[in-house]
């Protein structure tokens, strides 16, 4: 209060408490996130792990895909908007081969470009209705002054006043002094609410992932095979990309996946694969055979394929599972590039011509093993079969 003269205009303003947009209803400052994207397999494999993540975790109620930063998690308890958070996701694919350093985080782009270092650039998002924390996704690990923040919340090595972080606070503002968010908060801030993710290279993080997806298929009741966590795993793959792909204006619900539409294709996902077991065995593939008017005795054989295939995938000393892994994405590539081809009109075939095309691309890929390894083309075939009894292959045009 101000004693003994009227308010100004400018005193009134002063009182009145600041109001912050909701990230949900402010344009990005920059488009060139979702511009500049090709080929971000590295951070669209990230996404799909939060994506899986939000599936299992009611709290986490919607993902950004290139908004505000690399990807944006928000988590809500109980729908109360007060208690929000905004997790700014910075993910570096693009990395020098040696350890993240203080030095790094601090480096600017040129010398003088204020704003542009990886601490500055993740502060500043802090300037949204939600309360902002920060997580930083390398390959790399960090030198020991940095791993502090690679501690799980709450553990004795994440405490503010412990050595290791008091050095890190100081070693901020000695660099940055004075710098603060547009709400006022400062390197200390910053430090409490960033967490530092190691996820190692592509492959690991595929790895997790599959794993996750196979967690989540088990506490749903309904197990799944290595080759439909795939698919299911394509599917996550395509709609993150699209999603990064999209522009603010004028695809912003695109952008933005909510936790309901997660779960609906999740449950979707589920018994589409449920039914998929519960028909009679092979009975997709019969019914797509026919409509490509082949004979029965082919359809007859495409059948014991199938059976032969399921069982070997089930048993785990059949194969090594990372050959079985690269037989099966060797399937799925050309069973794609030839669908896409007819679909196309670039292959002028009928039903059972491209049946038969089908065939003989299994037999090339059997052939171009290695001189002296086990013959595979009855599981090619097989498998071949068992993408076309889940309805993700057609021999036909006409047959959905």
């Known amino acids: ?20 947009p909701s ?33 299992a975790d009611a709290g986490l109620v919607k993902i950004h895909f290139e908004t505000h930063d690399d990807l944006v998690l928000v988590r809500s308890k109980g729908g109360d908007r007060a208690e929000a958070t905004a997790e700014f996701v910075q993910v570096k ?27 500055e ?6 300037e949204h209705e939600e309360i902002a924390t920060f997580r930083l996704v390398t390959l790399r690990p960090v030198v020991s ?14 405490d503010p006043k412990c050595d290791a972080m008091k050095a890190l606070e100081k070693a901020l503002n000695d660099k ?33 992932n599959r794993l996750r997806l196979f967690t989540l298929a088990e506490e749903a009741g309904q197990p799944l095979l290595l080759e439909q966590i795939e698919v299911l795993l394509t599917e996550l793959r395509g709609w993150v990309k699209a999603a990064g792909d999209a522009k603010w204006i004028p695809d ?62 089930r048993t785990a000393t059949y ?38 095309r089908c065939l003989t691309e299994m037999n090339k890929i059997n052939a171009a093993r290695a001189n002296g390894t086990k013959d595979h083309a009855a599981f090619l075939k097989g498998c071949l079969y068992d993408i076309a009894d889940r309805c993700l292959l057609r021999f036909d045009r006409s047959v959905s």
């Open 23 to 55: 990230i949900d209803n402010v344009s990005p400052k920059e488009q060139g996130g979702p511009i500049a994207r090709q080929g971000f397999s590295y951070q669209d494999e990230i996404a799909v792990g939060f994506m899986l993540d939000m599936i």
């Open 121 to 126: 650039t993740s502060l500043a998002r802090d």
């Open 176 to 208: 940055f002094p004075g710098l603060r968010s547009a709400k006022e908060n400062d390197c200390g801030y910053w430090l409490e609410s960033c967490f530092w993710d190691v996820r190692h290279d592509l492959n690991t993080v595929k790895k997790a």
């Open 252 to 313: 912003k619900s695109k952008k933005i996946v909510a936790r309901v539409d997660a779960i609906a294709w999740w449950r979707q996902s589920l018994a589409r694969l449920a039914h998929a077991a519960d028909a009679a065995s092979g009975g997709t593939l019969v019914e797509k055979m026919r409509g490509a008017r082949l004979p029965q005795e082919l359809i007859a054989m495409a059948v014991e394929l199938r059976l032969s295939y399921a069982a070997k995938v």
């Open 319 to 356: 194969m090594e599972p990372d050959l079985s892994e690269a037989l099966q994405e060797q399937v799925k590539s050309t069973t794609q590039s030839l669908s896409a081809d007819l679909a196309a009109g670039l292959l002028d075939l009928n039903g059972p011509q491209f049946h038969a």
């Open 93 to 119: 694919a693009s990395e020098p081969d040696k350890l993240w350093s203080v030095a790094d985080i601090c480096q600017r782009k040129k010398k003088d470009a204020a704003g542009t270092s990886i601490f």
């Open 145 to 158: 002054d940095l791993a502090p923040l690679t501690y799980t919340f709450g553990l004795e090595g994440r």
């Open 1 to 20: 209060m101000i004693i003994g003269r009227a308010l100004s205009e400018a005193d009134s303003i002063a009182l009145v408490p600041k109001i912050w």
